[in-house]
């Protein structure tokens, strides 16, 4: 019962590089989400999904993408890092009808 | 704008101690409610949730709530906590569309023994 997986656990990347963050859970679940968790700012929504095939912004999308590859995979993608984009990085996903949410255990993402 | 107030960055609690976190949201609808725990390098994990129904709810490792909606709080509380209580604590609030959640900012709970 892996639930929610994300690659990877941690990563260093050097201003404009770029890279992609990968998730997926085995829950059968329609919605997946992406969060950054910052110092004093709690967990910040960046990107969702509602369903496969469609996403919406959050609360801070700029700089970011993503792509909802299927029902089980949702990835976070940096065009080209900077280092306000330090931070530890969650996924999520949810059931609609649950309205509860399982996390991945994170990644944590350095910028120099 | 939906938002949520977690007043108390850090508290520190003596081992068997109660424990009360606070927790203020702002939302336009009824909201669903949530409390998770983060232990260091872990992920988020569910605590309790409140939807509708009655307004004490209860959640895993011996926590509760209490949704006042004439307060917009809904705070966490736990009688006797326990040493590896010690964590980080969170409260979110969504909508019954599920597309969308808020988070505080979170109360760090040390617990001495």
């Known amino acids: 019962n892996a639930g929610v997986t994300q690659t990877p656990k941690f990563q260093v990347l050097k201003t404009g590089q770029s890279m992609t963050l990968q998730c997926a859970q085995d829950m059968n679940h329609n919605s997946m989400y992406w969060y950054r968790q910052d110092p004093g700012m709690g967990l910040r929504l960046i990107y969702y999904s509602a369903s496969e095939g469609t996403t919406d912004k959050g609360e801070v999308p700029n700089g970011y993408n993503v792509s909802r590859l299927n029902k089980r995979e949702f990835s976070l993608r940096l065009e080209s890092a900077a280092p306000s984009q330090t931070s530890v990085y969650f996924c999520a996903s949810s059931e609609i009808a649950s309205n509860i949410q399982y996390f991945g255990a994170g990644t944590r993402l350095s910028v120099l | 704008a939906q938002s949520v107030t977690q007043p108390d960055i850090h508290i520190t609690v003596s081992e068997g101690a109660s424990l009360e976190l606070r927790c203020n949201y702002s939302?336009?609808?009824?909201?669903?409610l949530f409390w998770y725990v983060q232990s260091p390098g872990q992920g988020l994990q569910l605590l309790l949730k409140y939807f509708s129904g009655d307004t004490l709810v209860q959640g895993i490792k011996g926590f509760e709530a209490e949704f006042k909606r004439s307060q917009s709080s809904f705070n966490l509380r736990k009688p006797s906590v326990h040493w590896s209580d010690a964590a980080e604590y969170f409260c979110?609030?969504?909508?019954?569309?599920?597309?969308?959640?808020?988070f505080g900012t979170g109360t760090s709970l040390t617990v001495i023994p």
């Open positions: 979110a609030v969504g909508a019954n569309t599920g597309n969308q959640f808020y």
């Open positions: 939302y336009g609808a009824t909201p669903y």
